[in-house]
Nanobody, 124 residues
Framework: QVQLVESGGGMVQAGDSLRLSCAAS????????MGWFRQAPGNEREFVAR????????RYAGSVQGRFTISRDNAKNTVYLQMNSLKPEDTAVYYC?????????????????WGQGTQVTVSS
């Protein structure tokens, strides 16, 4: 019922900032909690950040806490991930995901819809 398209990835140097966007189709975007996940070569997909339907709750992985900020604009059907102080270990394909669940889940299998991903590469 919803399609997700990520954008904003690219190549940056350590310490730089990058802002990812995820555009959602449909008119029910506000019914979905949104999450960001990432997957680096040789690693499993891991949770990065989550934001509730009303933006009343956010949660972050410990590895990005204090550096990344998730936000959403329901009028634009878009969720963002502001990434500051990027490190080489942040290099990965970043995916956005959507779930209708109102519980604060951070497990990938609990999300119903996924985008195709956008590559983020951080060089030292």
């Amino acid at each position: 019922q919803v399609q997700l398209v990520e954008s904003g990835g690219g190549m940056v140097q350590a310490g730089d900032s990058l802002r990812l966007s995820c555009a959602a189709s449909g008119r029910t975007f506000s019914n979905y909690a949104m999450g960001w996940f990432r997957q680096a070569p040789g690693n499993e997909r891991e949770f990065v950040a989550r934001i509730s339907q009303s933006s009343s709750s956010t949660r972050y992985a410990g590895s990005v806490q204090g550096r990344f900020t998730i936000s959403r604009d329901n009028a634009k059907n878009t969720v963002y991930l502001q990434m500051n102080s990027l490190k080489p270990e942040d290099t990965a394909v970043y995916y956005c995901a959507a779930t209708t669940s109102y519980t604060p889940v951070v497990v990938g299998k609990m999300f119903d819809y996924w985008g195709q991903g956008t590559q983020v590469t951080v060089s030292s």
